[in-house]
């Protein structure tokens, strides 16, 4: 996160800012356009998927768990019909597989950390936090070649105008996925420091995960193409060629900062729980004053790597593909980059592709450099429809019956989440289609008036003499809403 300096903040990529409206709307029923479209999650076929698990499972014998990774360049470079080959040329050049056998560690788990801010802050966030609904959640059963499952604790600080909350508090819970209110805090280590001790503490944890997993709101991901390893995997496995439960225990980031010290950047941290007992304290810096979040910072996250490699741990970075295994190989990286002056891994530093999970925006910075942004906004373009994971459905089910991402009282709000124009499965055009759309909300007040000649309004036609159809997912206030509109037919929401 950016501390000691202040990072520049470069003119946000338009097409890809989630520009969000407040305003007043009439009171109209909404009516006709509640049909159904889920942009991202058409094309999954779980069948299949299943049929791949039920066949490596029969390979899968008892026995302590080994793992091996490999690293796979771009294959696509002939092919250019074949969807890796566009995600190659996006600078995704090197992939990892994961092959394991042995029993499954049990399940590791995920604390996702929503922010709370002044609605029009939120906006980064909130899309960073869909795209990690739809790609990030495992559904309750799916299993990994690392893990039986995975678990997920999904936070936020209660908004002012819901009311308060002292202690961490259920807001819903079924299968595997918690959604919670967490009191006010200095820093995200302090958010999930809480959330552990709710659980039962150091040990209650230890005894059902043998991996967590800690993410910001501000972060975004994963990053992946259509063949590669589940992501929690690529987190445990630490960019090791081999991993045994005899690898020591390793903490794993996108990216390590050598300001301070040698350290994890907190916005994303993967850790083994082995040493978690140890890796607690620097988890309950949680001092409310003024000095709270230098406190944070400077007793928590950064004395934390070099602890973890004093104790035998290892450190490595995802971007860099570095791993750190002693304290000297943390000073010798602290003494090159001192050479270089070069202390802290900027967005400029990050291969969103090896990163996984890449900075951006939300809780430390509200806007996302233009570089990065221009990146990601490709590769979500060419995202795999087959890398969404079943487990969305149930957090939408969740989300559904409490006011997590409640963002304002008073105010009624509409967000474009994700938006396409086209032909369903065959082509689905996002670029510019979403800035139309965010445009069009804040020069009708609030409202959504696409005119019926949807070529016309776009000025483009993605499929000529074939019926074509815009496709809107958004959130008006606390509900999500898909909607479609058939060329010919005007859109007006709310109605
Ligand atoms: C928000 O919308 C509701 C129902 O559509 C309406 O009753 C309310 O007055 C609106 N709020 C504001 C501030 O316009
Ligand atoms: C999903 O995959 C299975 C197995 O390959 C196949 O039988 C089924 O038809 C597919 N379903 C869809 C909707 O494509
Ligand atoms: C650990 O798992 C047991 C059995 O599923 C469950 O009862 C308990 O609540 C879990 N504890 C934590 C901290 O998740
Ligand atoms: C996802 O799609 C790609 C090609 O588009 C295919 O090669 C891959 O096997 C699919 N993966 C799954 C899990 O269905
Ligand atoms: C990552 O580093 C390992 C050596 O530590 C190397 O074998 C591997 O090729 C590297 N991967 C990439 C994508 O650079
Ligand atoms: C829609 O607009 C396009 C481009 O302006 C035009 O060519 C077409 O005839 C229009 N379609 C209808 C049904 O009016
Ligand atoms: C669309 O239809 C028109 C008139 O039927 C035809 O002249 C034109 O070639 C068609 N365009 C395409 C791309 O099929």
Redesign the pocket.
């Known amino acids: 996160m950016a501390r000691y300096q202040k990072v520049a903040l470069i003119a946000l990529c338009s097409t890809f800012f989630l520009f969000l409206s407040l305003t007043t709307l009439h009171r109209t029923p909404v009516a006709h356009q509640d049909t159904l479209i889920d942009p991202t999650a058409q094309q999954v076929n779980t069948s299949e998927r299943n049929n791949d698990a039920e066949l490596s499972e029969a390979n899968r014998k008892e026995g302590p768990l080994q793992c091996s990774m490999t690293w796979h360049a771009s294959s696509g470079d002939n092919d250019r019909d074949n969807p890796e080959y566009k995600h190659d040329q996006q600078g995704c050049r090197h992939r990892q597989s994961i092959a394991c056998t042995g029993k499954r560690l049990g399940r590791a788990l995920v604390i996702y950390m929503l922010q709370t801010k002044y609605v029009r802050d939120m906006a980064v966030e909130l899309n960073s936090f869909d795209f990690f609904m739809n790609v990030g959640v495992f559904g309750e059963h799916e299993s990994t070649e690392m893990f039986e499952g995975v678990d997920y604790v999904f936070t936020r600080m209660m908004p002012p105008h819901l009311g308060k909350v002292s202690a961490p508090t259920i807001i819903a819970e079924k299968g595997n996925i918690k959604l919670m209110w967490v009191p006010e805090g200095p820093c995200d280590l302090c958010a999930h420091g809480r959330v552990i001790a709710y659980l039962g503490g150091v040990d209650a944890v230890k005894a059902n995960y043998s991996f967590i997993a800690l993410l910001n709101g501000g972060s975004r991901g994963p990053f992946q193409a259509a063949n590669d390893a589940a992501w929690i995997d690529v987190m445990a496995v630490g960019g090791q060629a081999t991993w045994s439960e005899a690898t020591p225990p390793i903490m794993v980031g996108p990216t390590v900062s050598s300001q301070g010290s040698v350290h994890v950047q907190t916005y994303c941290i993967g850790l083994h729980t082995a040493r978690l007992t140890q890796y607690f304290p620097f988890l309950t810096q949680c001092d409310n004053s003024a000095a709270g979040k230098a406190r944070c910072i400077n007793g928590g996250e950064i004395p934390a790597g070099i602890e973890w490699l004093r104790g035998g741990g290892w450190i490595h970075s995802l971007s860099a593909n570095d791993t750190l295994r002693t304290p000297d190989d943390a000073a010798a990286l602290a003494q090159a980059r001192q050479k270089i002056k070069f202390l802290e891994p900027t967005h400029a530093h990050l291969d969103l592709c090896s990163a996984l999970f890449a900075k951006f925006g939300g809780t430390f910075t509200k806007n996302v450099r233009a570089r990065t942004a221009a990146h990601a906004a490709q590769l979500i373009l060419l995202y795999p429809l087959n890398r969404t994971l079943s487990g969305r459905v149930l957090l939408r089910e969740l989300l559904g019956s409490g006011r997590f991402l409640n963002l304002a009282e008073g105010v009624n709000y509409t967000v474009i989440i994700n938006a396409w124009f086209g032909v369903p499965g065959k082509i689905e055009i996002r670029d510019g289609v979403l800035q139309r759309l965010r445009e069009n909300i804040d020069a009708n007040s609030g409202r959504l008036v696409v005119p019926?000649?949807?070529?016309?309004y776009f000025g483009l036609?993605p499929a000529p003499n074939v019926s074509k159809v815009l496709a809107i997912h958004l959130r008006y206030n606390d509900n999500d809403h898909h909607l479609r509109a058939a060329?010919?037919q005007e859109l007006r929401f709310p109605d």
């Open positions: 019926s000649n949807l070529t016309d036609d060329d010919g």
